[in-house]
Nanobody
Framework: VQLQASGGGSVQAGGSLRVSCTAS????????LGWFRQAPGKEREFVAS????????EYKVSVKGRFTISRDNAENTVYLQMNSLKPEDTAVYFC??????????????????WGQGTQVTVSS
């Protein structure tokens, strides 16, 4: 199984970026998918998740209303659209798949597969 993340980059505060994660070797539609991030010197944290058919989403409070997670099961891809970016959003963003999660609720301890991460840098 491989989760290939892409789309990171550098942007000024207030700007937008979209990161994508394409899976191979995974029964994609049976997986709850999510995005996590890790800033330098900090622990990895949950950002957003989406249920198997995309009907349920969950977000970290600080990104709600700015970030949108979506998925395309035909393309085996999950997206994170990030708007109104802030310097505190700077981190390496990781996609993740959980085969056993209920709804859209993910726990880092239960993640089955991680992507390799993509850097997002927001300057002030």
């Amino acid at each position: 199984v491989q989760l290939q993340a892409s789309g990171g980059g550098s942007v000024q505060a207030g700007g937008s970026l979209r990161v994508s994660c394409t899976a191979s070797g995974l029964t994609f539609s049976r997986s709850v998918l999510g995005w996590f991030r890790q800033a330098p010197g900090k622990e990895r944290e949950f950002v957003a998740s989406i249920s198997r058919m995309g009907g349920v989403t969950e977000y970290k409070v600080s990104v709600k209303g700015r970030f949108t997670i979506s998925r395309d099961n035909a393309e085996n891809t999950v997206y994170l659209q990030m708007n109104s970016l802030k310097p505190e959003d700077t981190a390496v963003y990781f996609c993740a798949a959980d085969l056993g999660a209920l709804g859209a609720t993910m726990s880092m301890r239960a993640i089955d597969y991680w992507g390799q991460g993509t850097q997002v840098t927001v300057s002030s």
